[in-house]
């Protein structure tokens, strides 16, 4: 089973960066879509981040822009969403997903594997 592993959520304070990391084991993971997913309370989830299979094309959401990278390491089989000058607003769940498709978007129903999440908190 498919099952992506999430770490280095955490508190930080404004302006601050966090490294997530996304580590799947017992697939090729080359060949899978990664989608970077944040869900506030009382929000619904929403795509932030978007890398290809060879990790030559990104796709970010407006409000990460600018602040956000999101990169592969496809032989250690892990992905890396950097996130820096942080907003309080960026406090979220965030979860790591998988897609077997060509288009890489940034849409979280298309994705087929999520992960737990982690938690990042920002404060003011």
């Known amino acids: 089973q498919v099952q992506p592993v999430e770490s280095g959520g955490g508190s930080v304070q404004a302006g601050g960066s966090l490294r997530l990391s996304c580590a799947v084991s017992g697939i090729t993971l080359s060949k899978y879509c990664i989608l970077w997913i944040r869900q506030a309370p009382g929000k619904e989830r929403a795509g932030v981040a978007s890398?290809?299979?060879?990790?030559?094309?990104?796709q970010y959401d407006d409000s990460v822009k600018g602040r956000f990278s999101l990169s592969r390491a496809n032989a250690k089989n892990t992905v890396y969403l950097q996130m820096s000058s942080l907003k309080p607003e960026d406090s979220a769940m965030y979860y790591c997903?998988?897609?077997?498709?060509?288009?890489?978007?940034?849409?979280?129903?298309?994705?087929?594997?999520w992960g737990q999440g982690t938690q990042v908190t920002v404060s003011s």
């Open positions: 997903a998988l897609g077997y498709f060509g288009d890489c978007t940034l849409v979280p129903y298309e994705y087929n594997y």
């Open positions: 890398i290809s299979t060879d990790g030559d094309s990104t």
